[in-house]
Each structure stands twice: as C-alpha cells, then as structure tokens.
C-alpha cells in the first residue's frame, strides 16, 4: 500500500525503448524526479511524492533498465544524453513546460546536464549527493576499479565484485555487497532491504551496458563546461558522511554550477530516504523560493548551510516553534523562531540573544520551552551558524550589524519590549540594546559575559595578541588562532568546548556543543572574529547609560571569562551579581534548572509576581501524593495503578494525582484516575523514543541521552506545579526528570520522594566500542555520586524485584556491582502486576473473551509504544507457516494505542486489534505470545505459567541484558534475533514453546502490597 497512489501513469516509447513514468498532484509549480540511476527504480523517491504532492505537480521516471521502463541491452541505450531526453518527452507528456529538476548520485548529473542543455525547460535543479566524472575528489576501495573491471578474479571479495565479469555470472552478490557499504547510517535496515529488491529487478548484463555508455561528462573538462553553462537556481544537498559520493565532490559541483550547498551533519548516501524530513523540505523551500524568484545563484564562494541530523542533535524537540521566519538586510538572511505568547499585552517577551557565531540558537534548548510557559520567547541563529546565512566579508560580523539584527527580529516579531538575555559575547548586543535603546529592554540577564571588563590569564591574553600571527601553534590555547583554525578547525572545537564546560558528568553537552559548532567553519568563525572591531565608545561608558535592571550570572569556574569581569559588570550597570559556584562558562545547558530559576525571577519582577492562585489550610487538607509514571510503555502505569490501589487501602482518603503523558494518561483516566491538567503541558517521551527507533532497533542509552531537553523542560513542569500545590509525598517510578534535577538542586526539594525503578545502571552495547562503555560508566558515576552526597534526597528507593533480578556486571571501572550497589541503597518490593486472574477460572475466561476450547490462541502484543510495528508485521508474515504446524491456529494481534490497526493488513486467521484495556486477561489465557523484549508483558506472562516467544529490541540494553536476565532467572520464555527470525523460524519457535513443559520459577504475588507498605511509611 502506497502512501499516495498516482494522478497519471504511462509510457512513452523513444528510440524503440519504452519509459514508465507517474503524475502525482497538480500544483502550479512542476518537480520532476530524474530516472534514477538504473541500479535502482523511481521508488526510491517514495518518501518525497506524497508530500510534495501537496502543493506541486510530481513526476518519477523509471529509468531505461529498471522498474517498469524496458531493459534493453547495449551501451547505445544509456547515455547521459538518453536519460536527458527521457526527462524532457516525459515533461512534454505531462504537459509541463517548465520545471525543478531533483536527482540523486548520478542522476543529479541528468539535471544539470538538462539545466545546460534545455535553460527554457529547467527553472532550477536539487542535485543530492552528485555523482559526476572523474576530477574530483573519490573514495579509495583499496584497489583501482578502473583496472580491476575487467580483471578475471576467482574468488572475488569486497570492491573486487565491481567487476564485469561477476556482473555477467551472479549480478546480485553485487549489489548485496554495494549497499552494505553506502547504506551507512544507523538503523537503516529497511532502507538496505529496499535498494538490493530494486536492483535485483535488473540484470548484470544491462548494468554492463549503463557502465559502458557514452557520456557528455566523460572528462573534468566537460563536466565544467557543462556546469558552468547552467544559469538556472541549483541547490547541492549532501551528507558529511556520504561513502559513495564524498562530500568534496557535492562542493566542487557546487562551486562549478554556482549552487547554495546544504550539508546534512553525518548524513550517508541515501539522505532522501533516511532522512526525509529534512530533505523534503529543503525540496519544497527551494522550489518555493524559485517560483517567487527568490532561490539565489552566488556570484561569489558558495553560500553553505549545514543541518544537523537525528545523529546530530535530538530528534524531537521538547517544544517546537510558534513560528519561524527571516529578516534579511544587505542581502543577508537571519533565522529567528518564536515559542509562546505574551499574557498580557503590556508583558514583555523575552529575547536569547545569540552569541558567538560558533553555536546557533539551539544553546537556549533548555530555556525556551520553560519561558514559553510564560510569555513570548524569541531566538535567531547568529550569521554564520544555524539557518542563517554565512556572509563573506568581515564586516558582516560587526557588532552593529549583529546588534541591529535584534531590533530587525524584534520588529519582525511585533514586539516591543522585552527582557534581554546574553550568554557569553552575545552580551556586547545586549549592552547596545539596553543603551542605545532603553524603550525595547524591560531588564538585562548577562551569563557569562564576555566583554573583556579585566584581565584574562597569561595564556588567554597571550592567545588575544597574536590571533593573527600564524605561531604553528595547536596545541591548548594556541589553537585560539586564526592560522590554527584554517587548519584544525575541528580540533580547535574539541579544545574549546572541554574548556567551556569543565564540570564532570558533561559529555552530552559538549557533544551538542561540538555538533552546532560544526554548523559552521573556521574561515566563517575567523571572519566573524575580524569583524568585531572595538567601537569608540568603551565598555564603562555604554554601561553608564544603562537604566533598566541588570542582573548578571557567572560560574566561579568559568575557563573563558574569568568570575571577576562578571563581577566587573554587575558594578559598572548596578546589577545583582549572581554566582554560580563551581559552575563554568555554560550554565545555561549545565545547569538549566538553576538558570531558568534566575530568568523566571528577573521575569517576575518585570511583570509583577504572580499570587499563588489557591492557599490551602494544611492541617484541614486531605493527604495528597503526587504520582510520576513513565509515559514509555504501558507497563509502568499498570503496576503503578496496582501500588496506588494498596496505597489507598493502608492510607483511607488519600488523594492521587498522576502527572504523566499518553498512552499512559488515556489508561488513567479510563480506570477513573485523576490525571493532573499540568500532564498537558509535558512534551512527549514516547514521541522522542519512536522517533529514534529503527526497525526493531532503539538504542535506549543513547535515546535517553538525546532525551535531554524533553527532561529538562518536564522536570520545570514538575517543580511549577509542585510550587503551587501542596503534596505529602512525591512518587517517581522511573521519572528520570525528577530524580536527577532534584540530586542537582536539592534545594527544590519540598516532600517526601521515594523512586522506584526495575533496572539499575545502563550498560554497553558491545558494538558501541570503548566510547559507549566510557559514556554508561561515566552515568553510572554520576547516579552514584548524586546518591552518595545526597543519601536522604531519596526518602525511599524501591527496587521492582528481587535482588537476584540484579545484573552481576560492574557499574563500571572502580565502581561496586549492579548488585552490590543496588542492595545497598534499595528496599526490595518483589515484582509489581496488578491482580491476576485465577487459573483455576481459565476455561471461564477464555470463553468469555470468545476463544474456542479447541483453538491454540496465540496473542501478539507490541506494548504500548510505536515501535514495534516491523515485529508485528513479521509475526503476521510467519501465520501460514505456523497454521500449517498447529491446527487451529487461531492469531490475535494487539498494536496498542499508539500503532493503527489498518495499516497491519492480514490473512483470515489473524485479526488485528487496537488498543486492549484487558490486554493482561488475554495474556493470562491463551497457549502462547509473541511479545517484545519488555519487562511488565514477558513478566506478566511468566507470572499466568504461559508459553512465549520474546524479541529484545537490538541495541536496548535493558531488554536485552536487564529483562534477558530476569527471564532467564525464571526459565521463562524464548528469547528470538529479529534480524535472523524469518517467518519459518517463527513459526518452528512457536511450535517448540507450545510443546514445551513449562517450569517457571513463581511470580510471587504481593508485590504491589510490599510497595504500598514502603511507601506508605513516608506518610
């Protein structure tokens, strides 16, 4: 089933050779997809049609030798010319004059020769990841290919199967082989198994013919000429890791046909298939702006922007933008977003100035979705960094030009005034705003303010005078050096940013750090640092004529500005210095609780502190606990549903409110719960970690890493509601938010907290390789630090299990055991489920959920999350095999909440449910399961003695090594490989489970009871 079926198909017949081609849409603005390259067909433009469809008229070609299109054979038949002329009979059949050329690899190559051959026909080309001929940067394969083509190898390996020969005798171990090595990006598994189906529907002999064909870009010559004869918009799209094309050969390209060059930050080969988000709307914008005449052609270097991908950067934002837009002076674009609204007219907004050119505005992540709560939030990437533009010359950097800016987004925004924040440099626009224009700042935070109000250490003052001077100096703050950026810029990034945050437990940040300061170059950075000249005006005398109220940050271990020039300022301006202790030179991402604690007051007191809206009699109150449950999954809330009930039963008329987020939500309030109204404002984590699965792959370590920001502005959240409303106890069953922001500001601390979780310690995956181990022993550290200096944060710490559920594996170099540690610093409740069904009432229920005595019922069931769709589609493929091994095979398969039950289609035999409240009945009864590698499904299971096959996720660490574990202690279950498990091996598992005899270690069944009870004691 396709995501959008086509308008119009058909074929048109040139040189005695049929071509296929389909219409999509029927928008004023024409996009036609180049014939693919012939190892593939016009499927691989699948994630673009029904998008772009929307809003322009869409057409794909099958290319001469694949798909639908003939398969002659004859070098005579593929040209580049051939291809050419293809894309213009098929735009003559479809009635399209003129329009935007897109291509990929060498199908770039056809649009832009058709852009120098037919200008009246091509009113722009996107040329992603361009192949052209040789003369410009390539890969080495470890042999020469050109030599080895024809080379008779016996035994061929590796890039000895580019060869003709193997091409003629077994055409598809090529392409097996091919696109094991170009199919580089992470959880790409899907992508792989489409690109080799789409070449096995061609054949060595054609794939001879392509590779021997003519072609007008035979010579770097030729290719120039043609390139330069292009007149037309044209935008390079290329990933930084492309292992087909080098990204050096996108940007010679680039600078030939005079093209705007868009880098996809560690993007391979295939970015319009593995991220097509970002490709299609760098698409859609570029063929937007060519319609509006505003797609520009450089005249000078080529104008580079580079997106960050999902490796990059958090997939999912915690709050997306309001709106975006751009302001544009003297030919320069600047980026600005807006999240919020003011909450009255009068309210000021608030502005994050950006800073050094060196990261863009993504550095105020932490801020902005907390702020946004309150009032209008504005931001804008600096010039040089983000989505805005790169200028060329130095003056372009100035500081008034930086300065003016702001008011041009202020004014592009409608607003009027508001509270001003600098980090860093970004404090000198600051200090012009609230000087020079008193009417648009209501008050000035400045975090660590470079503004060079003192002296600075030798080294650092040593590095200031001979920026210019080429010492051949990279090592420490000798990279602090024009020369040493042109050639190390990376390094000199690595060097900074450990310099910017030197406090312990900070590799996220400094990897987000590294990656914005990829965003840019070292000849933009040194451009920028050129136009910073010193105005005439001096720093203290610009301070002179501040008048509104300055409250300056800074950390006492700040590495780039030292305390003293913070301190400096809050003197000159007459501000409240506020001091960070220990803290360095970014506490806006190092420590964000404390920092928007400070923004919110210096807010408040512009606007007028609000009155806390309802005051209740303590005494007089009932007790109140408030509950967190990890909105991933449905199995945490079914425990914690089974906990609250016993919690009632020892502590009559308590009251429960739950703060979480859905699916989790949509079960509360089903059982009658009530759900807190502040749950609405929580950003999603079940969205984040679907987002960062593949197919039946989520790196969980990782995908909490990248969960920063999402934790960062639930917790602000959390600590809001707790401060207007009273609780007696505060209950956490893995809210990651909680337990960590409280272990760094303790003193937000106002009840009763008991944590409660069914894993400790994250753990390696073994092909994460020696930084990953570094990475999970560096949290592990840190969760045994936080606990060590604040042993009574936690009030109570309740481990779901036993102790011998606990791993044995260190929790890293110099630390104790998961198990020793745990013991030490855990109560034990036993495993959590709510109430079981008796077995002696099997028969009963099985009738009463309509199953036959005589059926095997197998149930599949994925959780509550989206990530298990290519599992259930497997299990569904594997029916027939196991119908024909089990009569009457009778399969029920549950996708949850969060999955559509229409998109898993299925034979007679199989039928496909939603979400099922009563999922743990059907479990309780059927004669076997095929779940995933969940704790509460697999342990539920094993708890009702029923048979199951169970698939870990690849890269989860707790499937596959925490819950393995547990399992494994019970004899419960069989775990199965996805990557191995065809629907045969399903099938023949199933079997072996089903005529298993079954000798589970027990379940105990007062878990929820002895939880109840610790927690009950904080009452």
């Known amino acids: 089933m396709r995501a959008r079926e086509p308008d119009k198909t058909g074929y048109l017949t040139r040189d005695g050779v049929r071509v296929y081609y389909e219409v999509s849409g029927d928008g004023p603005d024409a996009v036609v997809f180049t014939p693919a390259d012939t190892i593939v067909d016009s499927r691989m433009w699948k994630a673009q049609v029904a998008y772009l469809a929307r809003h322009h008229q869409v057409v794909v070609i099958d290319p001469r030798g694949n798909g639908r299109s003939d398969h002659p054979v004859g070098p005579e038949f593929y040209t580049d010319l051939a291809h050419v002329e293809d894309v213009i009979a098929v735009m003559d059949a479809s009635e399209i004059d ?324 600098g980090l860093s440099m970004g404090n000198l626009f600051a200090l012009d705003l609230a000087a020079d224009h008193p009417e648009r700042v209501a008050a000035w935070v400045a975090i660590a303010p470079s503004m060079r109000v003192g002296t600075f250490p030798p080294e650092r003052a040593e590095a200031f005078d001979r920026w210019s001077q080429d010492t051949g100096d990279d090592e420490g703050w000798g990279r602090y050096n024009q020369y040493s950026w042109l050639r190390d810029y990376p390094g000199f990034l690595d060097f900074f940013f450990d310099q910017l945050v030197p406090e312990a437990h900070s590799t996220k940040l400094i990897e987000d750090l590294v990656a914005w300061g990829r965003g840019t170059d070292g000849e933009t950075l040194a451009r920028a640092e050129l136009g910073w000249v010193p105005g005439e005006r001096s720093v203290e005398d610009a301070c002179a004529a501040v008048r509104c109220p300055v409250v300056v940050v800074h950390g006492t271990d700040d590495r780039i500005v030292p305390y003293e020039h ?33 923004l919110d007051d210096v807010l408040g007191g512009v606007t007028g502190p609000q009155p806390r809206a309802h005051r209740e009699r303590s005494l007089r109150r009932p007790k109140r606990a408030l509950y967190l449950s990890s909105p991933i999954g449905l199995g945490h809330v079914r425990r914690d549903l089974a906990i609250a009930n016993e919690l009632r039963k020892q502590h009559p008329g308590l009251e429960i409110e739950w703060l979480s987020q859905s699916p989790v939500t949509d079960f509360l309030e089903m059982a009658g719960e009530r759900v807190h109204p502040a749950s609405g404002w929580l950003a999603s984590e079940s969205g984040h970690v679907e987002s960062e699965s593949g197919e039946h792959d989520l790196h ?228 076997v399961a095929i779940v995933q590698g969940g704790l509460s499904t697999t342990m539920e299971l094993t708890a009702n003695q029923r048979p199951f096959l169970y698939f870990p996720l690849r890269h989860h660490f707790e499937q596959q090594v925490h819950v393995r574990h547990r399992l494994e202690r019970h004899g419960a279950g069989r775990a199965m490989d996805y990557l191995t498990a065809d629907p045969d091996a399903i099938a023949q598992a199933l079997v072996g489970e089903l005529e298993r005899e079954l000798d589970y270690v027990p379940v105990p069944t007062d878990g929820a009871t002895k939880a109840a009870q610790l927690l009950a004691e904080l009452l």
């Open 566 to 598: 913070g301190a400096r300022l809050a003197e000159l301006t007459g501000g409240t210095l506020v001091t960070f202790d220990g803290t360095g030179h970014g506490p806006q991402g190092r420590e964000p609780v404390a920092l928007n604690r400070v």
């Open 700 to 927: 969980a370590f990782q995908a909490i890493r990248r969960m920063d920001e999402i934790l960062v502005a639930n917790f602000m959240v959390f600590d809001d509601l707790v401060r207007e409303r009273d609780y007696d106890l505060w209950i956490g069953d893995e809210a990651w938010d909680l337990d960590h922001f409280l272990h760094e500001n303790p003193g937000l601390k106002r009840a009763p907290f008991a944590w409660m979780t069914d894993f400790v310690g994250w753990v390696p995956m073994a092909d994460g390789g020696d930084q990953e181990a570094f990475l999970t022993a560096d949290y592990n550290a840190e969760m045994v630090e936080h606990v060590e200096r604040y042993p009574r944060l936690r009030d109570r710490s309740v481990f779901v299990g036993d102790p011998e559920d606990l791993v044995p594996d260190p929790l890293g170099p110099g630390l104790p055991t998961i198990r020793d540690w745990t013991v030490e610093h855990f109560a034990f409740a036993g495993y959590v489920m709510g109430a079981r069904p008796d077995p002696a009432e099997r028969l009963r229920l099985r009738r009463r959920l309509g199953y036959g005595e005589d059926e095997v019922v197998c149930v599949a069931s994925v959780g509550g999350s989206g990530v298990g769709a290519p599992l259930l589609r497997r299990i569904i493929e594997s029916y027939d095999a196991a119908a024909a091994r089990v009569p009457g095979l009778r399969m029920h398969v549950v996708t949850g909440p969060r999955l559509d039950p229409a998109a898993f289609p299925a034979p007679p035999g199989v039928e496909v449910h939603g979400f099922l409240p009563d999922l743990d009945l059907h479990h309780a009864v059927c004669d």
């Open 98 to 421: 003129r329009g935007v050329l897109v291509g990929l690899c060498g199908s770039s190559w056809y649009g832009l020769l058709a852009a120098a051959r037919y200008p009246d026909r091509v009113a722009g080309v996107v040329a992603i990841a361009p192949g052209a001929v040789d003369g410009t940067p390539k890969h080495d394969r470890g042999i020469d290919l050109g030599a080895h083509w024809s080379v008779d190898v016996e035994d061929p390996q590796g890039w000895e199967l580019y060869n003709e020969g193997v091409w003629r005798r077994d055409w598809p171990t090529f392409p097996r082989f091919f696109f094991s090595q170009i199919c580089n990006d992470p959880h790409s598994t899907k992508l792989y198994e489409d690109v080799v189906e789409w070449a096995d529907q061609t054949s060595g002999e054609v794939m001879i013919s392509a590779y021997d064909a003519d072609a007008v870009g035979c010579t770097p010559e030729a290719v120039a000429t043609e390139l330069r004869r292009i007149r037309c918009p044209v935008l390079v799209i290329h990933g930084t890791h492309d292992l087909c094309q080098p990204i050096g050969r996108g940007a010679h390209i680039a600078r030939l046909a005079g093209a705007e060059l868009l880098v996809l930050g560690r993007a391979g080969h295939l970015p319009q298939a593995r991220y097509p988000v970002a490709v299609n709307h760098a698409i859609d914008d570029f063929v937007r702006r060519v319609a509006d005449g505003a797609a520009t052609r450089p005249t000078g270097p080529t104008l580079v922007r580079v997106v960050p991908t999902a490796l990059e950067e958090t997939v999912m934002k915690a709050r997306e933008p309001d709106a975006t837009g751009y302001i544009e002076r003297d030919g320069v674009r600047v980026a600005w977003q807006v999240y919020g609204d003011l909450a009255r007219p009068q309210d000021p907004a608030v502005l994050l100035l950006p800073t050094w050119c060196i990261v863009p505005a993504d550095v105020w992540k932490f801020q902005a979705p907390f702020l946004a709560r309150r009032t209008r939030v504005i931001t804008f990437d600096p010039r040089g960094n983000g989505a805005s533009d790169r200028p060329e010359g130095p003056s372009a950097y100035a500081r008034e030009q930086q300065t003016q800016d702001a008011l041009d987004v202020l004014d592009a925004t409608g607003t009027e005034r508001a509270v001003v924040v």
